[in-house]
């Protein structure tokens, strides 16, 4: 988006303050089979050994959303999940995460330094802020401005993030995208 010219790239242990919006991305159309592999079925108990199968038949984001696919006969005949509770299981949970595609549209904002006013600080290689934003962050310089998309092992996970009051900003398995602008990093 724009790259940065000052100083260095900030190292572990720099003091970040960072512009930020954070806006919610759809898995449907935005998850790969990797992704619905590695982000959702592996967080499904007992149900990761379908992997190669769902990797065999390319189960993206879209089909795993696609009521009319994703069904208890595709996965028993398809899938070859013998287990019908299992099947159950699994469209059920596909069942959820396209419902909270309605829920909680993508482009949705969730947060902002801007809606604050106030720039967001924080160490580097601290562990107080996501994965994505560790990454992305320590390979910027001051004044660059990036655009980052990250899926939800690199975000919030499985469990989301709430408010104190336990009201859902992020849902679980969200993908998210982050404009970002490094404003500045001092060691």
């Not at 149900?47 to 879209?62: K, N, R, S, T």
């Not at 092992?153 to 900003?169: A, I, N, P, Q």
């Not at 992020?170 to 993908?175: G, H, Y």
Request: overall charge negative; aromatic content about 10%; charged content about 25%.
């Amino acid at each position: 988006m724009e790259v940065g010219t000052e100083g260095d790239i900030p190292s572990k242990g720099s003091t970040i303050e960072l512009e930020y919006t954070g806006t919610l991305l759809g898995e449907r159309d935005y998850w790969s089979t990797n992704d619905v592999v590695e982000c959702w079925l592996s967080e499904l108990q007992g149900l990761d050994q379908l992997a190669p199968m769902f990797v065999e038949h390319d189960i993206d984001g879209y089909k795993l959303m696609d009521e009319s696919f994703f069904t208890e006969e595709y996965c028993t005949d398809t899938l070859g999940v013998s287990n019908k509770i299992q099947a159950k299981k699994l469209v059920m949970a596909s069942r959820r995460l396209g419902k909270r595609q309605v829920e909680y549209a993508p482009g949705m904002e969730f947060d902002s330094s801007n809606a604050r006013n106030k720039n967001y600080s924080f160490v580097l290689g601290g562990g107080k802020v996501i994965r994505a934003m560790e990454l992305a962050v320590g390979s910027m310089r001051v004044g660059e401005r990036s655009m980052v998309v990250c899926r939800s092992d690199y975000g919030y996970g499985s469990e989301g993030l709430r408010t104190t009051k336990g009201d859902v900003m992020v849902p679980p398995f969200a993908t998210l995208c982050f404009e970002l602008k490094l404003v500045g990093a001092t060691k």
